[in-house]
C-alpha cells in the first residue's frame, strides 16, 4: 500500500498528483487521480459505509430522544392549555358575579 498524501487522506483528492503511465490497456486515469489513490478512496468510502451501517443503534436512539423529547414538550403545551383555559374560566365566573352584583362597570 502506498503512502496517504495529506490532501489524500482529508479530502481523498489530491490536486497536485500526475497520473501515473496505464499499466493495463484498459485504465485510463482521471485528470489528477492515480489507480491507488482511487483504490485508497474507495477503502475510505468503504470503511464509511460500514461504519454507517453499524451505528444503526445510535440513529434509532437518537431518534427515539427526539421523539421523547416532542411528545415531552406537547404534554408540556397540553398542561400550560389546561392551566390557561381554567385560569379564564375563573375570570368569566368572576365577572359574571361582579355584573350580577350591580358593581362598577369600566
Given at each position: ?26 485504465y485510463v486515469p482521471a485528470?489528477?487521480?492515480s489507480r491507488e489513490e ?69
Open positions: 500500500m502506498t503512502p496517504i498524501a495529506p490532501p489524500v487522506l482529508i479530502t481523498g483528492l489530491a490536486f497536485h498528483a500526475e497520473p501515473p503511465p496505464a499499466e493495463a490497456g484498459d485528470v489528477g487521480t482511487k483504490e485508497v478512496l474507495a477503502t475510505l468510502e468503504d470503511k464509511a459505509a460500514a461504519k454507517t451501517a453499524s451505528d444503526y443503534q445510535h440513529i434509532v436512539w437518537a431518534y427515539g430522544i427526539l421523539w421523547a423529547l416532542f411528545a415531552a414538550y406537547g404534554l408540556f403545551l397540553w398542561r400550560r392549555s389546561a392551566r390557561l383555559r381554567a385560569d379564564v374560566d375563573v375570570l368569566r365566573q368572576t365577572l359574571e358575579r361582579t355584573e350580577a352584583g350591580g358593581g362598577p362597570r369600566g
